[in-house]
């Protein structure tokens, strides 16, 4: 089931950028914002299998920034400049589902696409740029989705010939030639072809579709919007009508929230506010416990989580550093790393890990599970953890360079304070559990993978958890502070 992460890796082409514009924050305060409660997949997934995947993940993230190409890289400066927002007074909520059961770690949401309404549970990642979702009758009228494992329930699929919305795109628009990761550019004239697109996996998975365009049915929340459905028209969809292996068994597809002018996120944020947050509960939380995917501002944690503050403790103000909608980046999210200190030391990491433009760099990443660094900073922060935590005995362990046998001791030493500082001092102080994670009863391992060098650290989504994490795009600006997430 872990593999499902490696048919996301293919949709991270980096091709599009995300419309600028919008209000600033405080002009936007009483606005109703659109939340989609999120819930963590796969509490009891193996870990092996999920540093696997975000290795595959990563790998492929490398190879794509790396190819960016000039004519792609021109192409989203000029949708960052060219595009404007219109936002809306009204916003929207969509429910969402639980994944655990599917066996990976990635968060999911709800969406229904189509008219009339189609409804799909899809991987909330924010390294596509495509939203996508198993499909039958586009192309291949005899593709068939097979059901999730262990399922009696029939597969979800899409059916475009039953939604009076969808609209295929053209193969010879610019669209598809420039934007859709993965296109096919042979283009037949007699009758017009539909852009398709064909995935090649590393694990010898699959897929293939065609893209179109359909309107995705939300739900109204806040202000005058309860019990109320509205349409967010030309929502860019990927069908896929053929597939193979078994990466497709978790999900019905991928809900794109990069950083891309064709995605889910840059479309619907420009309607509202211009930004869309999100806060991951505990990747170990109960399935019950559900968080928030939002677009529109969050405000503070009230608006977050539906109207309820999550604690009687007062709101603290969140921390903010610029967002690098950078085209050599696209479709992730780039930010600039000052330091990382561990027990308040300051870690000696080559300037140049962190730069962009050096081929280093810093993305986050709710696609990958654990966070992976660049060897120099894998062995700065990994020698100074350890250092730290010499004195509880060692065990081994795949695939984790240190995991501690923490019932040893009767009283094992504190987990030493890791913090990033981000450029504009903002410092992400993370729980000890997000990077000192429970690997097995009894057994702590320090959550961290190397990455290559040159090469780009990944942010993921275990070091991400318990905070909220806002996305204004109209303004460039990642905000966030620590939350408990939870409903």
Known sequence: MARVGLLLLALCAALAAVAAGGAHRHQRKN????????????????????ARADRHRHAYISSRLASTSPHHAHGRRAAETSTSTSPESSAFAMPLTSGAYTGTGQYFVRLRVGTPAQPFVLVADTGSDLTWVKCRGASSPSSQ????????????VFRPADSRSWSPIPCSSDTCKSYVPFSLANCSTTPPAPCSYDYRYKDDSSARGVVGTDAATVALSGGNGADKKAKLQEVVLGCTTSYDGQSFQASDGVLSLGNSNISFASRAAARFGGRFSYCLVDHLAPRNATSYLTFGP??????????????AAPAAAPSRTPLLLDARMAPFYAVTVDTVSVAGEALDIPSEVWDVKKNGGAILDSGTSLTILATPAYNAVVAALSKQLAGVPRVTMDPFEYCYNWTASSTPPAVPRLEVRFAGSARLAPPAKSYV?????GVKCIGLQEGAWPGVSVIGNILQQEHLWEFDLANRWLMFKQSRCAH
Do not use: K, M
Request: no cysteine; hydrophobic share 30%; net charge neutral.
């Open 31 to 50: 606005r109703p914002s659109a939340r989609l409660r999120l819930l963590p997949a796969a509490p009891g997934a193996s870990l092996p299998d999920r």
């Open 145 to 156: 989705a097979p059901a999730p494992a262990g399922s009696s329930s029939p597969p979800r």
């Open 298 to 311: 969050s405000d503070d944690d009230s608006s977050t989580h539906g109207g309820a503050a999550p604690s």
């Open 437 to 441: 994670i429970d690997a097995a009863p």
